[in-house]
């Protein structure tokens, strides 16, 4: 009888045992890609490699530390993408329940951060399954708690897609408009973080009316979100 009644105990032991270390694995796979990219700049991305299998040879890159870029860039991509960045945990959870009101997919890219569009363009696909939005918003979290805000922004604005073939700041600026990205204007920076909601279709050498629009919208904002001194504040 004493035997019978220690196998349930002994079983659940063991459950625990196994639950605690897929928990340890998991954490661990979660947390080592961040505290690597906070220390070493990541060689590609998921969404360049998919270009690649998709046989788009014409896909331009170039790495530039942030430091070498305008600061008016990554305020217009704040300005553009995500003004709470220096202020939320990687979720803008105003936003996400603003767009849930008007009766949109709440996790929609108008309440993606920079944060999650950073884990996104790095480890993932695109889609919006409920599978895909999870791991992301998981990996979000190990992202902020591992990498400073500065080091995000750096690492989004040189993987964040200006075009079918254009990845990240240093190829847009010099695609675009023939100059180094240290060299990029208020006007330019807004015209190229404009076409981050659909960059295959957008091209800021040659801005539409609505790009254009678009673009006057976020060089109004940058100086309202902070100009360049929120950049340095980071």
């Known amino acids: 009888m004493r ?13 625990s045992r196994i639950g605690y270390r897929l928990l340890t694995i998991l954490i661990l796979l979660s947390a080592l890609p961040m505290l690597v990219i906070r220390f070493i700049d990541p060689p590609t991305s998921s969404f360049i490699q998919l270009n690649i299998r998709a ?3 014409d896909i331009v890159h170039h790495w530039r530390d942030l430091e070498d ?20 945990f990687g979720f803008d959870f105003a936003q996400i329940f603003s767009v849930l009101q008007s009766g949109e997919d709440g996790f929609a890219r108008g309440a993606s951060t920079i944060s999650q569009q950073t884990v996104k363009n790095l480890f993932l696909w695109p889609g919006r399954s409920m599978l895909r939005k999870a791991i ?11 990498v400073p805000k500065k080091r995000i922004l750096e690492i989004y604005i040189n993987y964040a897609q200006f075009g079918v073939s254009v990845f990240g700041v240093g190829a847009a600026s010099e695609y675009y408009f023939g100059i180094p990205a240290s060299q990029l204007t208020p006007h330019q920076s807004a015209l190229i973080a404009a076409s981050l909601p659909t ?13 254009l629009e678009r673009a006057a919208y976020i060089e109004d904002q940058m100086p309202r979100i902070g100009g360049r001194r929120i950049v340095r504040e980071l």
Request: glycine share 4%.
């Open 199 to 211: 960059p295959s279709l957008s091209n800021p050498a040659n801005p539409s009316p609505y790009l």
């Open 69 to 88: 870029v305008s600061l008016y860039f990554p305020v217009a991509v704040m300005a553009s993408e995500d003004q709470q960045f220096p202020h939320h």
């Open 3 to 15: 035997r019978g009644h220690g196998q349930p105990a002994s079983r659940k032991k063991w459950v």
């Open 136 to 146: 992301e918003a998981w990996l979000t979290l190990w992202l902020e708690l591992i």
């Open 55 to 57: 046989n788009n040879k």
